[in-house]
Structures are given as C-alpha cells and as structure tokens.
C-alpha cells in the first residue's frame, strides 16, 4: 500500500502497526514535493531536514513507548499567516517577507502537542485577500488537477497540496470563503468552523470579526481529526468561546437519521454554471437515498451579502493592516523624505494591488461621514442575513448549496476584473457573516476534469452533526 | 464690559495595576530600561490579540462610582486610529460612543469661595501609548521609541466647562487627585505622567448692552504640573480677550475652528499646534478582537458596596467625631489617605483628637517634609506615637518629655511596632521623664533646695512672687519628671510652713 493517497487513517495505522516509521512515510511526502511542487508552486518553504528531524523524533518518542498525540507522525502544512516562533511568516506579502515571529501561533502549538510534522508553509493572496492565491507577492500557485488552472484562495497552496498528494493535512484560514472555495476547486475537504471554534491568537488578522483557522484533508475524517487537534477555548482570544469540543471522529460514521437538508432558491439563482447546478442537484439525491428530506428555505438576505462582506471585510482590514508602517518590523522603504513620506512610501512599494484596494475601501467607508451610510448600515445587515439563518434552521438541520458559481477558472483568468473575483465568494461568505461552520466535501467533476464540491452550512457549534452529514454524502458515493 | 473665562479640563490618569490593560506585562515606570516591559500584544506584533485586564476595569467602574456617575451596563471598546512611531497598531484602543461612566460630578473646595459643584462629562478606559525620543544633540536626527509604557491602562476623566478660574481649576484637579489616591487608583505622579491634563478654555465676553459672546474654543495640550495649568490658563484668558479685542472674532463665526495650543512651561506661553480643521479624522471602529463588557445592577451594587471612605465623607466624619478645626481636618485629609488613616490610628491610641492632630500636622508633617518620604516610610508607626501621646493625655509625662522621646524613636529608624512600645517605657525609664506627682519623693528635694536658699524664700515670703521661679528649676533639674505645678505648690507650702 503506497503511502501518498492513503487516508489519515491508513496512514496512522500503518505508522500504529509500525508498517512505516514516521521518517518514512515523511519522506514520501516530502518526495512528492520535491516531484510536484515546482509545477504547482503550493508551498513557499519548507525543509526537509528539519521536516525529518520532527519526524525522527516522533518516532524516537513511539520506540520509548511515550504517549503520542492524536496526529502522532502526520505531516501537516501551515497557511503562511499563522505564526511559528522562529520561522518566517510572510502572509505572501514584501511587507513581512523578512517577518520571523517571536511566538507561535496557539493552532501552531497544539500541531506541535499532537505530535504532527510541520512539513511547510504554504502560498496565499497577500494577507488572505483573494479567491485564486495569484495575489501571492511571491509565486502563483496552480490547480494540482490541471496547472492552467486556479487553485482558489486565499488558502489556495494549502488544498493544492492536500490536492496534489503533497500532505495529508494543512491548516488555512477562511473569511469569506478561503478554506471552502480552494477545497473544492482542488478537489479535497475544508472547513471552516464556527467562529470563536479555533483560537486566532497567532493567525495575521485580515477582518477579526469573520477570520476563522480550519483544516484542509483528503477525506471528511481527515478533517475532524485535524479539527479536534485545534478547537477548544484559548484565554488569548477574547473572542474563543469556552465550549468542549466533541470528539468529532468518534461519532463521525453513524448516519444522521431523519436529516432534513434545506436549500435556498438564492442559491441557484442566474449566475450559477449548470455543472455545478448538477453536482449539486445529484449529491441532493443521494442525500435522498440515503433516507434524507430535501426542503426549501428562504435566505432572504443573501443577496446582500457580498456588498456587506465588501464594506465589513475592507473596514477591519484597513485598521488590522494599519500596522504595517515600516517603523517596528517589516519591511520599511529605502529612501523617504520624512516620518509621513516613510509610512506612504513603505505602505505603497510593500504591499500590493488587491490589499491596497482593500485598504482604500475601508479607510474611506470609516471616514467621517461615511461611517453610518457603510459601516453602520453593513453591520445592520449583517445581523438580517445571521437572523435568515436563525430561521432557516429552525426547519432544517443543514443548509446545502454550490461552493462557488463555477468550477475552478485559468490562471489570469479575472486578475482584472476584481468584481467577478469577488462574486467567487458569493455562497460562502454569508456563513462568515453568520459565524456559523461550513464545509466543502468533492462531490463530482466537470467535463473538463476538475473538481467540483458541495456546500454544507450547519447552525453554531454544530460542527458534530456538519461532519457527520458530510461523511454521510461521502460515504453514500463511494 | 466684563468677562467670564470658561474652562473644562480633560484628565489622563495612569491605574496602578500589576499589568498591562490587554497583556500580561508589568505596568511600571521604567524609563531607564527601554522596551524591556514588552510582549506581542502591547509590541503590536502580527496575530496577537487584546485581553482585557478586568482589574483595570474595576477600578475604573470604583472610580466613576466616586465620581458620582452613571455607570453603564453595556459598554465597549473601539479602536481609534492614527499613525504615530509610539503607536505601534496604528490605533489606541479606547472607549468612543459607549463609555463606562458618564454624567456625574465632583465637589471641590475653592479657597475663599466654598464648595463648587463641578460636572463629569464622562470617564473611559484607554490604553496609552508608548514614548518618542528625540536625540538632538550633536545635531543628530536619532529618535527612539520607548514601548514600556504602551498600554498602560489609562482613564481619561472629561468634565464640563464649569470652571470659571485658575483657582477652581487647581481646587477641582487637588480634589481629583486626593480622591484618585484615596481610592487606590493612581499615584497621580505628573513628573512620571501618571497623571496628565488639557485645558478647554474660552471666554464669555459680557458687553454692557447685556450681549454675552464666546471665544473660539482653545484646547491646551500637555500641561504636565498643576502649575501649569495655572498659568495656561490665566494666559488664555489675556491673550483671548487681546485677540477679542483686536479682531472681534468669536465662536460660530465661519472659519473659526478649535484651536490646540502647546504649552512652553519655560517661557510661561501657549503656543499655536494645529486648528481642528487639519485635525486627523480617527475613524473610530469598534474592536472586533474584544467582546463588549456588561455589567447587571446587582453587579454594580457589588462594586458600590466595596468603596472606601471619600475624603468629603472624611472631613465631615473627622470634624465632628475629633472635634477639630476646618483647618485640621482639610490639612490631614488632604496629605491623602495614608496619612489620614495614620491620624485616625494616633487618635483612637492616645483618646485625644486635638492632640493627635497637632502632633500629626506639626511634628509629624514636618519630618516628613524634611525628610521628603511618604507617611508609609515614617519611622514612628501610628500605635507607637498614640501610645506615646496617650501618656500625656494621662499626664504621666509632660509634652516636652514627649518630644524628647519623639526625638529618640526617630533616630532609632525603623523598628518592629512592638519594640517600639517597650521601647518607648525605656526611654522614658532611662531619662526619667515620669511625671513625678508623688509628693514624698518629690519632698526631701524641695526641703534640701529651700535649705540651701534661705535668702530667696525670705524675699518670697516678703512679697517677691517671681523670687520662687530658680528654684522651681533647680527641683526640676533633680527630678526630671517633676510636675513644674506640683513643684511650685510644694515649694510655696514649704515656705509659708
């Protein structure tokens, strides 16, 4: 049995049988960076020495009979904005190209106390802003299934590595849709959970009220497993809420009986590709077989959500990004005439096109004046499109739905036209603005060969009964 | 033609607490150390986030309780905005619409014109920044940032524009200050910045047609001594009504704008910053990484129920239960609540108010000065003084001795309170300071100083009154406990035997 396309639980029972020592089963890994990484251009760093040496270790600490985590020897790559203590943290930006964190990330920490092998950082749109990953100031990454092709972002290098067999697991982060829209155009699981589920302490902020860390895997257990390693209350983040965490593998293959699956009309509206309309149609029908009721909902608001997610998202980001002025760390410009003309000049050469636009909205949706006609009035129906899916949810006990309107697009395809990048998001970025969990699970692929996923939106903190529907879908298709 | 100069001051105060307003750092003044009071959060660093420290948040709902204010059940954090190297986020998390408190007043005594009732806009919690440096010497261009100060809680009390002098503004910042101290909250030390002020100043220029015209509203930044404030604002006052005078420019007219002077404590003048017009605009925006704090009645209550003692309730329970002078009472309560709680202590010891204030706004208040040191550095613990005081009040030994004594316990520093007590019975014992009333002992002395002058207590006996006074003394210096009354009673009995 070959070691790269095995499921995270092949793999930990081959290392538990002690069939392969971590070292081994790393080094595959690593191996099929090293064969397919300089076309798909997923990770930013990564070392193989020191990969091996986490590993060597693992495997010291299973021969001493220690106690090992529950990722004991499973290589794990990280989003490059979540901190590592010693190790560059770039967020694909020249601002912070040469940024080396004092401190780890809190999902950093608990990689390390479940015994993962860190294996690399992978590439992003700069600060996590953008659906395609081309907004990386370093390296475009490509879609593993076709190179011509977008892996979707922001977390666009961590699916392309799950995707392209270079990991089994990586870590991203979703704001509007980051984890969700890659996985699916990449072809694998990714999550993101209810917000205050994972502690951010450590993750780059790009919108603090929306950014969520979640786990990117090759099959729905893969995930739950990543996503009990990082969940759980941190004291750090004023915003974690302090639940327990289930043990989401435990109950994970036990079909939800009498599961109701709502759909929205708002979500097939004009726009949607008709592969993807399909997908999505078919997955529903197995979800019948299986024993599931289909029904019809309402989601009033969700025609709004992109211009509120484009008033909030820019707001927070204009002030979380404020930070980087050249006078503490980072990157700082060369030559300036004065303390106003170095904030101008490092702001305008370090950072790039997509997060300045960003920016701009933001600084002037805040400005005096503007502030209740945007910020205010996006916050008002920001709690209309919550409160579409308090109501939603008192009918049915998941919402099913398209990831993206389409299946991934060519590389530059809508570089310039930032509108339609935006409308990539258009049915993931209401669960941001809701805080509620959503999944992307592979439920087919188009005519031209790519993957194609399936939405699943669960109520708050119901992550258990998310990834039990979603391992159900995936189990009735195999 | 007369005016009426208007005056609201905006107060910074730094809390004494043992960390930082969203981190764990020590909050210390440490300006010798640069950057050593520092971590993630308070650095600004990528990823970190704020925790609120919910003991700076106690003693700013404590403080807005004595401040009379309303306190709100539902408050929040907002972050406000600006670029400046001290500044390491770019914005300062404060309070905007939502403040803790608002809407309550302090009462201050104003010298020769009783009590003024001044208004509480309101009182938020923020976190200060850190500390530019500018090295000019040598012509270099060299600045430095200090972060140690950075997020240092910091709650920024605004009053009304009831302030009418430079007199009541001394009164009402002396008031705050006591009761900041008396609450535990600050030290208020203005050489440290714990406590920093600005001064809103106009004038209401009243003309004898009976119009009443404003000023354009000044703001004076940075006045760093109570002094300062003083002084800035009786210069307002003369250079606005100059200004009045020369252009007749008053508030409301079109381009007329708040104005933000500096103040130049060396030459004693405002001088011109910027005009609100090119103020920044702050884009305040509620912070995402805190969650907004609510507090229920009961809560409140809980809080209410724990404050100590203001000194406006001190005074009054000083006055009446030590029956002592409005001069006594405002001069122990106003050197702060150690000082006030020191009294109290000598009071109850020795059973005598009046005694134990002058002795605590003589004796005592002058070693302090001289030393220069707190009353928690004094050496003389209050149950030592009291106790030593106790034996005047039961005329066991005269208040001269006492001072002798007083004298000793000094030199001695700093002793256990116990050993103080016997060490007090010691000295007494070793100087023979005892009041010696027992007439036996005291009789073979006087018969042996009448004996050896027969001349004077002739001339005593002849009608010579100030004859006796010698050998009063002469009695006294052989017995130093001796009574100079009892004495004097004895001698003349002798006498006249």
Known sequence: MSIVGSTTEELLGQLASGDVSCVELTSAYLDQIAARDPEVQAFLRYDRDDALQQAEQIDAKRKRGEQLGQLAGLPVAVKDNMCTKGQPTTCASRMLENFVPPYDAHVVTRLKEADAVLIGRTNLDEFAMGSSTENSAFQVTRNPHNAEFAPGGSSGGSAAAVGGGMTPLALGSDTGGSIRQPASFCGVVGMKPTYGRVSRYGLVAFASSLDQIGPLAGDVTGAARLLKVIAGHDARDSTCVDLPVPEYTQSLNEPLSGLTIGIAAEHFASGLDAEVESIVRRALDIYTSLGATVKEISLPHSRYAVATYYVVAPCEASSNLARYDGVHYGFRAETFENMIDMYATTRGEGFGDEVKRRIMVGTYALSAGYYDAYYLKALKVRRLIREDFDRAFADVDVIASPVSPTPAFKIGALVDDPLAMYLQDLYTLSANLAGIPGISVPAGTSSGGLPIGLQLLAPAFEEERLLRAARMFEKGGE | ?497
């Not at chain 2, 609201?8 to 960390?19: A, F, P």
């Not at chain 2, 060299?142 to 524009?161: A, M």
């Not at chain 2, 009645?297 to 000083?318: G, T």
Request: hydrophobic fraction near 35%; glycine fraction near 8%.
């Open chain 2, 1 to 497: 033609m007369h005016h009426t100069i208007v005056i609201g001051l905006e107060t910074h105060v730094q809390l004494l607490t043992k960390s930082k307003l969203f981190c764990g750092c020590v909050n210390r003044f440490n300006p010798k150390n640069p950057n050593v009071q520092t971590c993630p959060v308070c650095l600004g660093l990528p990823g970190s986030l704020p925790v609120m420290n919910r003991e700076a948040f106690l003693l700013s709902v404590k403080t807005g309780l004595a401040l009379n204010c309303d306190i709100s059940q539902f408050t929040k954090w907002d972050r406000k905005q600006y670029y400046y190297p001290d500044l390491p986020k770019a914005y300062q998390i404060s309070q905007y619409d939502l403040p803790f408190s608002h809407d309550g007043f302090l009462e201050a005594e104003v010298e020769g014109q009783g009590v003024k009732r001044v208004g509480i806009i309101r009182a938020h919690l923020e976190e200060d920044a850190g500390k530019n440096m500018h090295d000019e010497t040598g012509g270099s261009r060299d600045s430095r940032v200090d972060l140690n100060r950075c997020g240092t809680p910091l709650l920024e009390i605004v009053s009304e524009p009831d302030l009418r002098s430079a007199a009541e503004a001394k009164a009402y910042l002396d008031e705050l200050k006591l009761l900041l101290n008396y609450l535990g909250v600050s030290d208020c030390n203005m050489q440290e910045g714990s406590l920093r002020c600005d001064a809103n100043v106009n004038l209401h220029i009243h003309g004898d047609d009976g119009s009443n015209i404003a000023t354009p509203i000044v703001e004076v930044k940075n006045l760093n001594s109570f002094r300062g404030v003083e002084q800035a604002i009786d210069f307002e006052a003369n250079r606005q009504l100059e200004i009045y005078q020369e252009t007749g420019r008053k508030l409301g007219d079109p381009g007329v704008h708040k104005e933000t002077r500096g103040w130049d404590a060396n030459r004693s003048v405002t001088f011109g910053q910027r005009s609100k017009e090119e103020a920044s605009d702050y884009r305040y925006l509620p912070d995402p990484d805190l969650v907004p704090i609510t507090l229920t009645v009961n809560e409140i209550d809980e809080i209410r129920q724990s404050l100590c003692e203001f000194p406006a309730d001190r005074r009054r329970r000083f006055s009446t239960a030590f029956e002592l002078s409005a001069y006594d009472v405002s001069v122990i309560v106003n050197q702060g609540a150690e000082f006030a709680d020191y009294f109290e202590t000598v009071a109850g010891e020795c059973g005598d108010g009046k005694q134990a204030a002058n002795w605590c706004t003589q004796d005592v208040l002058r070693e302090l000065n001289e030393r220069n040191a707190p009353i928690g550095e004094f050496p003389v613990s209050a149950v030592a003084l009291g106790t030593l005081l106790a034996k005047v009040v039961a005329n066991e030994i005269t208040t001269k001795s006492a001072r002798e004594v007083f004298a000793e316990l000094l030199e001695l520093e700093a002793i256990e309170p116990t050993d103080a007590l016997s060490k007090i019975d010691q000295i007494i014992e070793e100087r023979g300071l005892a009041i010696v009333s027992d007439t036996g002992e005291l009789e073979g002395v006087v018969e042996a100083v009448l004996a050896g002058n027969q001349q004077i207590a002739d001339d005593f006996r002849s009608g010579k009154q100030g004859a006796i006074g010698p050998l009063i003394g002469q009695v006294m210096r052989e017995v130093k406990g001796a009574d100079a009354k009892v004495v004097r009673q004895m001698l003349i009995e002798k006498i006249g035997e």
